[in-house]
């Protein structure tokens, strides 16, 4: 997978690293036991990000140099000092410099996964037989470069994470720069129409919903550009702790969103820097 691409992990972890909170690491006596590094703390996260195993099997699979226990710790604190958010910033921020965000075409669109452990923000899931799951709310640029996101429930409607979705576009500043917005049938609705217009967004493509009754004749209705944001899902599931998350708290699963989207500007940044270098193949 190429969130395991040693390129990719090295350039992340070379935007995390900074950003990691200071630790005193002198004792009074000398006789405190070695600190894990962060790079093996890290790694420990990584494969349990993406393969979806539990933390002990992401232990044994990094040859048990963390214990999972120390691997959870360490999460922890770099949730509380709110790392995983300031690198996701960076990432979209570098990204929009280098390459430039495509804000003509935005799309946004939900997607319902597996919550087995329930927890916070967790719901039945009315597609799953009633069984635990959670959503997310998503936005890209043309491109499918995430613009900003929301999670909740699986039983809450892709309408009531459409506000939080748009709010987070707006706290990046990117609202004003907004042209057209892509939504499908689920959306079509009035309240809707007024949130986007509530954050400045006057035109909308969204999909008419079905009726029963027959059309008196047939008319033509245009199906949006809402490709970019099913692929970025579709590349989001592919990693197992988002597809089947084990979490219980709503910071947990918003840490290792903001890292999967770090993961896939970084290898996107890559992409672009290959294709001007010559003998350089980008990775698909």
């Known amino acids: 997978m190429r969130a395991f691409d040693p390129e990719v992990v090295d350039a992340v972890w070379a935007a995390i690293e900074p950003l990691l909170p200071v630790r005193n690491e002198t004792h009074p006596l000398g006789c405190h036991r070695p600190r894990i590094p962060d790079r093996a703390c890290f790694e420990v996260m990584l494969v349990r990000l993406v393969t979806g195993r539990s933390w002990e099997d992401a232990e044994r699979l990094c040859d048990k140099v963390v214990s999972d226990t120390t691997a959870r710790a360490r999460r922890d604190e770099w949730v509380e000092a709110g790392v995983f958010e300031q690198v996701a910033e ?11 965000l495509d804000l003509s075409e935005v799309a946004i669109d939900a997607s319902v996964h ?3 452990g ?8 009315p597609t799953d037989r009633g ?3 959670w959503k997310w709310s998503l936005a890209t640029d043309f491109a499918g ?5 929301a999670i909740g429930a699986a039983n809450r409607h892709d309408q009531i994470l459409l506000a939080p979705t748009l709010a987070a576009v707006a706290a990046r500043g990117l609202e004003l720069d907004v042209e057209t917005v892509h939504l499908d049938r689920g959306y ?3 309240t809707v129409r007024e949130t986007l217009r509530g954050f400045g967004i006057n035109d909308a493509c969204i999909a008419r919903r079905r009726t029963t009754a027959a059309p008196k004749k047939k008319t033509f209705a245009p199906r949006g550009l809402r490709w970019p944001v099913e692929r970025t899902n579709s590349w989001l599931a592919n990693f197992g ?5 084990t979490d219980r708290k709503i910071a947990h699963r918003l840490a290792q969103f903001a890292l999967v989207v770090v993961l896939l500007i970084t290898a996107k940044l890559i992409d672009w820097r290959n294709r ?3 003998g350089c193949v980008p990775i698909r």
């Open 145 to 149: 470069v995430p613009l900003g996101w």
């Open 90 to 100: 960076e990432a979209l921020s570098g990204y929009d410099k280098i390459v430039g």
């Open 114 to 116: 597996k919550a087995p």
């Open 131 to 133: 069984r635990s799951g």
């Open 241 to 245: 702790q988002l597809r089947r998350n």
């Open 276 to 278: 001007w270098s010559p």
């Open 188 to 190: 079509d609705a009035s």
């Open 118 to 125: 329930q927890g916070e923000g967790t719901g039945a899931n």
